[in-house]
């Protein structure tokens, strides 16, 4: 076992198990702030899944065990914590009615089971060398917890401020995370940002972007992790939409065919 990038897997694994504790404490205590602590672990859980494959590619310590233990904590903390998450931000609200909570009970085991799928694929399907790690083939597991989850933050931002609109915000989270489910099985592309952005050479205005950007999102905390992950979750969908319907260039006369996934959906 390479011991360095098991750590940091189990530190995603962690944050995934505190972000299920703290949707419990918040539905026996009734306070609000545990939700929300839930949502921040969970988004926090990303920081450590992007560092461990990271890691054991630059170390050449990737091996069989690291990918099967990082898809099991993903399971925990991109599968199984959002979906508590949703199911009980819904049973919150007390007025609900029993079809409906049975609607949402059906949606959230629909995530998680969707993202069971999604990372077994995904570890069958990758392999270790960076070639694999370009893009994706469906929307990846953090990125759609990371929809779920941030959209929590500035729910309870505005209940706080307009409790009127808590009803349809609560009412929303179940929509967003059936999207994101289904997002998560299909065979829509999306890119590795992190590999197109910080990998080679780039010009010293990209690093005050990024500064800008991360500027931007200590600021608006409560909504700029929302509209960053709902954008990547979208982008996916749209550009399935341009390459399925908008006109290709024709194959220059001679050349061979080459089978394309691109438009395939499922």
């Given at each position: 076992m390479a011991l360095l990038p098991s750590i940091i897997t189990l530190g995603n694994g962690v944050c995934g198990v505190l972000a299920i504790f703290n949707v419990g404490l918040a539905l026996d205590l009734d306070k609000v702030r545990y939700f929300?602590?839930?949502?921040?672990?969970?988004?926090?859980?990303?920081?450590?899944?992007?560092?461990?494959?990271?890691?054991?590619?630059?170390?050449?310590?990737?091996?069989?065990?690291?990918a099967q233990l990082d898809s099991l904590c993903d399971l925990v903390t991109f599968g199984v914590a959002p979906s508590y998450l949703v199911f009980a931000l819904s049973r919150s609200e007390r007025g609900a009615a029993e079809w409906w909570d049975r609607?949402?009970?059906?949606?959230?085991?629909?995530?998680?089971?969707?993202?069971?799928?999604?990372?077994?694929?995904?570890?069958?399907?990758?392999?270790?060398d960076e070639s694999?790690?370009?893009?994706?083939?469906?929307?990846?597991?953090?990125?759609?917890?990371?929809?779920?989850?941030?959209?929590?933050l500035p729910s309870q931002f505005i209940q706080a401020k307009v409790p009127d609109l808590?009803?349809?915000?609560?009412?929303?989270?179940?929509?967003?995370?059936?999207?994101?489910?289904?997002?998560m099985v299909s065979?829509?592309?999306?890119?590795?940002?992190?590999?197109?952005?910080?990998?080679g050479n780039r010009p010293f205005v990209t690093l005050l972007?990024?500064?800008?950007?991360?500027?931007?999102?200590?600021?608006?905390?409560?909504?700029?992790?929302?509209?960053?992950?709902?954008?990547?979750?979208?982008?996916?969908?749209v550009f399935w939409l341009k390459r399925r319907f908008l006109p290709r260039r024709a194959p220059a006369a001679g050349a061979v065919p080459v089978p394309d996934r691109s438009e395939d959906l499922f």
């Open positions: 929300q602590t839930a949502a921040w672990l969970i988004l926090a859980g990303m920081i450590f899944d992007a560092l461990d494959g990271f890691v054991a590619r630059m170390t050449k310590t990737a091996s069989s065990f690291g609607v949402v009970l059906a949606v959230c085991v629909l995530y998680a089971m969707c993202a069971l799928i999604r990372l077994a694929r995904f570890t069958v399907e990758t392999t270790p694999s790690h370009r893009e994706f083939a469906g929307l990846p597991s953090p990125a759609a917890a990371g929809v779920v989850a941030a959209a929590v808590a009803p349809a915000i609560t009412a929303a989270l179940p929509g967003l995370a059936f999207a994101a489910g289904v997002l065979r829509v592309r999306y890119a590795h940002v992190i590999n197109r952005v910080l990998k972007e990024l500064v800008l950007v991360g500027s931007l999102v200590v600021i608006f905390k409560e909504f700029s992790f929302f509209l960053a992950f709902f954008g990547y979750a979208v982008m996916g969908p």
